[in-house]
Structure formats: C-alpha cells, structure tokens
C-alpha cells in the first residue's frame, strides 16, 4: 500500500521501516520501499539482535537534494552507523558462551549498498580504528562496494581471556561507516591433571576425568570436584594450593577476572611400599611401654581401611627395652598418606638422617601443622628420654617435630636429652608417628623436574666471596649458574625467583613453586613448603639435630629489600648483623626466625638456578 506524507508517516519512520510488512510512504510525490524486514545475516548459532540499522531510502533520494528534503523526518531515523543508502545486517550478534581460545559460530555480515555510487577505500577495524584482535574474518568485500551491489563478511570471534564480551566491528569507506557489535560470555577452562587410575568428577557436570579432564565454565561459578579412587588405589591428594590436599573434595571459588585456565593436579597411587603417618589421637604418655603405642598404631590404621592384616606397624616410640627401629625388622621404604616418598630404609631414616619430606599426615589424611610429638629417641637416633619406659608420670620424655620438619628433627629436637620441658603429664596426649613395617621392597620414588634448589655444601661467612659467587661456586651437578636467595638493600630475594616454575632440591623433590616459597616466607603464614630444604649441592642431607644451624636471608620476608644493619651491610661486614632462618622446616622459620645472628659466625645459603 502507499501512504501519503504525512506527520503519522514522518513521525513513526522508525516503525515504518521495521515492520515486518511491504510498506512504502510517498515523500514529495516519490514513493519509498521499507522492504520486508527481514534479517540479512546471522548464521551458525549467533542470533541477530534487534537493532537500530534503517533500510536506505532508493537510489533517486539518496541525493543532497532528496536528503535535505526528507530531512525533516524520514533520515533522522537513520542510525549514525548506518548512513542512508548503506544497509548493515545484523547490527548486532550474541554469541552465546564460547570458551576462551574457542572459534565462536561464523556470522554472516551482510553489507549491501543501495547507492548509485561505488563504495571505495572499504577499511575493517576495532572501534576507534584500532587493529582486529580476537577476530577472524573472511572478507568477502574487497576495497570496493559496487552501486546496487551486496557482501558479506564471515566473522568468527575467539576470545582471549574470560569475562563479558562487548566488542565492536567498524567498516569505514570514504564518506562513511558502520558498525557491528559482538556480545557474549567467554568462559574460562578448568583441567584436571591427573596421576594414577582414579576418577575425578565435578558440580555442576563438566568435568568427568578419566575422559573428560578439561571443560569451561562460568567464571563466577563454584566449582566443586570430587576424588574416587578405584579397587586397590589411593587418593594421592589435590596438588593445587585452593584445595585441602587429602580430602576428597575440593571447592574452587570463582575464577580469577579476565582468566583463561585453571589447572588442578590430582594423584591417585597404588601404594607398593610402607605408609607412614602421624596419629590423629593423641595418647598418654605413661601407657606402660611401647607395645600399647604399637597397638595404638594398628588400631587406627585399621579403623582407616590401611591394615588387612591387623598388625601392619609399629609407633616410632623407644625406651630402654626396646628402639623402635629394631621393631621394623627387615621392613624397607615409606611413603606418606599422599604417596610422596618418606624414605627408604631404616638406616637412613633413624641414623643416617635422609628423608626426603615430612610425615605431614594423619592415617585420615589430615595435614597436621603443630604439636610436637613424643618419641623417646633423639635426632641422632640414639635413645632419649622415655618416662621410664613410658610408666612414670613424674619422669621426662624427648619429642621431635614430624609435622613441619626433617632428618633428625622428625625424631627428636635436640642432640642431647631434653628435660624440664616435657613432663610426663598424662594429662596432656602427644600423637605418635606409626611406620609400616610389612613390605620390605625398596622405595619407589620418581624425582620431580624443576628449576634448581639446594643449599649450599659450607657455611658462608659475609666478607669474602659474595652470596651469589658462593652459590655459583658450589652448585649441582647439571647446574650451569646459581643465584643465592638472599636480601640486598637494593634487591629482594624474590626478584630472583620466577613464580610460576616449581622449584625441586637436587634429588628431584618438589620444594614448592615460585610464589610458594615467596608467601611461606611471610610470617604468619598458612602456607607451607611442600618439602624442606636441607640437601646440599652435593647431595649431603643435613640431620636437624640442633637449632643452631642457621641459613642466612637478610629481610624478614622473600620479598622485602634488606637493610645493611640486618643483612651484614650488603654482606660485606662481618661486624654487623643478618637475618636468618631455620635449617630445614617447612613453615615461614625457614626463611626467618624473627631475630638476626652475628655476621660473624657462618651460615648456610640458599641457592636457586636464575
């Protein structure tokens, strides 16, 4: 039908244009087609969105003359991005969720050019001119539109990092432009790194790991995963900072913004050697030697599905009858509740002092973080003090610290036998730490690849060779250079640390990542090593069996400068002071103690490769 001018027709142009009808208003005695409304593009999933882009007036009235005479009403319905004569579909498109790094759905961008001129210098950026990031497009345009003529420009978007996505396409010509804008949510992904037989699962569904170990999701959205070993295995624990390590689910909160992958790694084993743990009970310390303690170890390793036969291990408790490590026999290799090697013979664990982590876990895979535990033999592996024979309440016992430290230390904390500090007190329960004493294969251990750790070989005394020379000088075999972890006034320990690499002593075991050393050097902090430094560069372990063996840091976090009053002036100057750490713990003492030693007497040094 044709509808004469009039102010209905001028006013409702918009209306006009879009309706879903063959509708024409007759402007100065010329008559001006709307089409059918239809939609030219949008195509494999993409939905075009409602937009403001107005069919073209005819060639004849895309002339100054006609424009300044429709000007009244029918061109200011045009959009700024689709000048008269130019028809752009779609205007916009919603891409849905697309994954980061995932092509979306082709669109189909139409450009027809209803003008009785060429289109030319035909140019497709960003908004503001800027270079096509993320997009793909296959140009069907060319440089030149042709009079009368249509294109179409295939655009696919892959986003590059998570979050919403509102981007905009400019194609320009010489006298002109218009726009598409692109809509959607980019999701982040979510891997599971999986050790072992086991399976992994999550809420909501995504992740079902055996087959599918990678999936997106929302990036506001909890994810839970859940561990299920299968017959015969174990669950090794979740090996990502967010997650308890040994329980047998873990909740990740929202993804971090503009995040493109988070990587959670998972291990399942099949345990071939010894296990060993930390009792989750405590027990009194006057039961009447150390066969209760022995049946205390069975008890609760039975109770926690790990003891078939019912008399799998012993309790690492000694008294004058009997040391615990005459009770292992022929027993050989030890792992932890989470399948990471404890050691390897009994030797080496009670006389030679070579483990390589701590016990850290309960038989219920609880990480334990505190408490002393009592042994009754000192870091040597010499008998210690043992509330004569575990019977008398007003007699002394030797503890040792199984939790946050090492050779030597897991057993006892001094040298010598300490008293006075301990009493008998059944009042207060000390955990024990109960060793498997059935298999007698050696241990299966399968060293970690990183960047470098260790300590080095002699103490280093500030004056002479600087910290990094030291270093350099006394490096691991495969070892090119090395850089000692220590504070200058003008550069912090961590500046030589590279956070995303895993840092692993000379026998392959993992120490922890960059960032992790950085955060568990900050006091308080709830992080920990993943295993103690205590390896030399010539693969020496030091036993812990005194607190006087210091290793030198100069600041009082990873990631502070030191100063020259603590960090013996630069370590030149023998005659100031420095601050040190631990020898071989795992929480924040191991880079400092919170007090500072003479420069004057030697310590250790950590050493990376840069």
Same mark, same amino acid.
């Not at 879903?20 to 087609?33: E, H, M, Q, Y």
């Not at 399968?446 to 080095?456: N, V, Y």
């Not at 071989?584 to 880079?591: E, K, M």
């Given at each position: 039908?044709a509808?004469?001018? =009039?102010?209905? %027709?001028?006013?409702?142009?918009?209306?006009v244009?879009?309706l879903?009808?063959?509708?024409? %208003?007759?402007?100065?005695g010329?008559?001006?087609s709307?089409?059918?409304?239809s939609s030219a593009?949008g195509?494999?999933?993409?939905?075009?969105?409602?937009?403001?882009?107005?069919?073209a007036l005819?060639?004849?009235?895309?002339?100054p003359?006609?424009?300044?005479?429709?000007n009244?009403?029918?061109?200011s319905a045009?959009?700024? *991005?689709?000048?008269? #004569?130019?028809?752009?579909?779609? *205007?916009?498109?919603f891409?849905?969720?697309?994954?980061?790094?995932t092509?979306?759905?082709p669109?189909?961008?139409? !450009?027809?050019?209803q003008?009785?001129?060429?289109?030319?210098?035909?140019?497709?950026?960003e908004?503001?001119?800027?270079?096509?990031v993320?997009?793909?497009?296959?140009? #069907?345009?060319?440089?030149?539109?042709?009079?009368?003529g249509?294109?179409?420009?295939q655009?696919?978007?892959?986003?590059?990092?998570?979050?919403?996505?509102?981007?905009t396409?400019?194609?320009?010509?010489?006298?002109? *432009?218009?726009?598409?804008?692109?809509?959607? $949510?980019a999701?982040?992904?979510?891997?599971?790194?999986?050790q072992?037989?086991?399976?992994?699962?999550?809420?909501p569904?995504g992740?079902?790991?055996?087959?599918?170990?990678?999936?997106?999701f929302?990036?506001?959205e909890?994810?839970q995963?859940?561990?299920?070993p299968?017959?015969?295995e174990?669950?090794?624990?979740?090996?990502?900072d967010e997650?308890?390590?040994?329980?047998?689910?873990?909740?990740l909160?929202s993804?971090?913004n503009?995040?493109?992958?988070?990587?959670?790694p998972v291990a399942?084993?099949?345990?071939?050697?010894?296990?060993?743990?930390?009792? =989750?009970e405590?027990?009194?310390?006057v039961?009447?030697?150390v066969?209760?303690?022995?049946?205390a170890?069975?008890?609760?390793?039975?109770?926690? &599905?790990?003891n078939?036969?019912?008399?799998?291990?012993?309790?690492?408790?000694?008294?004058?009858?009997?040391?615990?490590?005459?009770?292992?026999?022929t027993?050989? &290799?030890?792992?932890?509740?989470?399948?990471?090697?404890?050691?390897d013979?009994?030797?080496?664990?009670v006389?030679? +002092?070579?483990v390589y982590?701590?016990?850290?876990?309960?038989?219920?895979?609880e990480?334990?973080?505190?408490?002393?535990?009592?042994?009754?033999?000192?870091?040597?592996?010499?008998?210690?003090l043992?509330?004569?024979?575990?019977?008398?309440?007003?007699a002394e016992?030797? *503890?040792?610290?199984?939790?946050t430290?090492?050779?030597?230390?897991?057993?006892?904390t001094?040298?010598?036998?300490?008293s006075?500090?301990?009493?008998?007190?059944p009042?207060?329960?000390?955990? $024990?730490?109960?060793?498997?004493?059935?298999?007698? +294969?050696?241990?299966?251990r399968?060293? @970690?690849?990183?960047?470098?750790?260790?300590?080095?070989?002699?103490?280093?005394?500030p004056?002479g060779?600087?910290?990094?020379e030291?270093?350099q000088?006394?490096?691991?075999?495969g070892?090119?250079s090395a850089?000692?972890?220590?504070a200058?006034s003008?550069?912090?320990?961590?500046?030589s640390?590279?956070?995303s690499?895993?840092?692993? @002593?000379?026998d392959?075991?993992i120490?922890?990542?960059?960032?992790?050393?950085?955060?568990a050097?900050?006091a308080?902090?709830?992080?920990?090593?993943?295993?103690?430094?205590?390896?030399?560069?010539d693969?020496?372990y030091?036993r812990?069996d005194?607190?006087? !063996?210091?290793?030198w840091?100069?600041?009082?976090?990873?990631?502070?400068?030191?100063?020259?009053?603590s960090?013996?002036?630069?370590?030149?100057?023998?005659?100031?002071q420095?601050y040190? &750490?631990?020898?071989?713990?795992?929480?924040?003492?191991?880079?400092a103690r919170g007090?500072?030693? =003479?420069?004057?007497d #030697?310590?250790?040094?950590?050493?990376v490769?840069?």
């Amino acid at each position: 039908m044709a509808i004469p001018v =009039s102010s209905w %027709c001028r006013s409702n142009a918009m209306l006009v244009w879009s309706l879903w009808l063959s509708v024409a %208003c007759s402007i100065d005695g010329r008559t001006v087609s709307a089409g059918d409304g239809s939609s030219a593009g949008g195509s494999g999933g993409a939905s075009a969105l409602p937009g403001a882009n107005t069919p073209a007036l005819p060639d004849s009235a895309a002339t100054p003359e006609a424009s300044a005479a429709a000007n009244d009403g029918v061109a200011s319905a045009a959009s700024p *991005e689709s000048p008269l #004569g130019v028809v752009a579909m779609p *205007e916009a498109v919603f891409l849905g969720s697309i994954p980061v790094g995932t092509p979306s759905s082709p669109v189909a961008w139409v !450009i027809t050019n209803q003008r009785a001129v060429d289109l030319t210098g035909l140019t497709l950026s960003e908004d503001a001119a800027a270079p096509l990031v993320d997009f793909t497009v296959l140009d #069907g345009c060319g440089a030149r539109l042709v009079a009368g003529g249509s294109c179409t420009f295939q655009v696919t978007y892959r986003p590059s990092q998570s979050g919403t996505v509102r981007r905009t396409l400019r194609l320009a010509w010489f006298d002109g *432009e218009t726009r598409l804008t692109v809509n959607g $949510v980019a999701l982040p992904w979510l891997e599971v790194r999986k050790q072992g037989a086991g399976r992994v699962t999550s809420v909501p569904p995504g992740i079902d790991c055996g087959d599918v170990c990678r999936a997106p999701f929302e990036r506001e959205e909890e994810v839970q995963l859940v561990a299920t070993p299968v017959s015969g295995e174990m669950f090794g624990g979740w090996r990502a900072d967010e997650c308890e390590p040994l329980a047998g689910d873990c909740r990740l909160a929202s993804f971090p913004n503009q995040s493109v992958e988070r990587i959670v790694p998972v291990a399942f084993f099949t345990p071939a050697n010894n296990l060993v743990f930390i009792s =989750s009970e405590g027990l009194s310390p006057v039961l009447g030697g150390v066969a209760p303690y022995d049946a205390a170890c069975n008890r609760l390793a039975s109770a926690a &599905g790990l003891n078939p036969a019912g008399d799998g291990f012993i309790a690492a408790i000694s008294d004058a009858t009997s040391h615990f490590a005459d009770r292992l026999g022929t027993a050989r &290799g030890w792992v932890r509740m989470d399948g990471r090697p404890f050691g390897d013979t009994r030797e080496e664990i009670v006389n030679e +002092g070579i483990v390589y982590n701590t016990v850290a876990y309960t038989e219920l895979g609880e990480l334990v973080t505190g408490d002393a535990h009592m042994s009754g033999t000192l870091a040597d592996g010499a008998l210690g003090l043992h509330c004569d024979n575990w019977s008398s309440t007003s007699a002394e016992l030797t *503890e040792g610290n199984p939790f946050t430290e090492g050779p030597g230390a897991w057993m006892g904390t001094g040298s010598l036998p300490i008293s006075g500090a301990n009493p008998c007190d059944p009042a207060v329960p000390r955990r $024990v730490v109960c060793l498997g004493n059935s298999a007698t +294969g050696p241990l299966l251990r399968t060293p @970690r690849a990183g960047k470098r750790i260790w300590l080095s070989n002699t103490q280093f005394f500030p004056g002479g060779l600087s910290p990094d020379e030291a270093c350099q000088a006394e490096r691991p075999s495969g070892v090119t250079s090395a850089v000692a972890l220590v504070a200058y006034s003008d550069r912090a320990a961590s500046d030589s640390i590279d956070p995303s690499a895993d840092y692993v @002593r000379p026998d392959g075991e993992i120490v922890g990542t960059g960032a992790r050393l950085i955060e568990a050097s900050q006091a308080p902090s709830f992080s920990h090593l993943e295993t103690g430094l205590w390896q030399t560069a010539d693969g020496s372990y030091l036993r812990i069996d005194q607190f006087s !063996i210091f290793v030198w840091s100069g600041s009082q976090r990873m990631d502070a400068l030191g100063e020259v009053e603590s960090n013996c002036g630069d370590w030149l100057d023998q005659n100031q002071q420095g601050y040190v &750490g631990r020898l071989g713990v795992t929480q924040s003492q191991f880079w400092a103690r919170g007090a500072t030693g =003479s420069c004057a007497d #030697g310590a250790y040094l950590i050493c990376v490769e840069p």
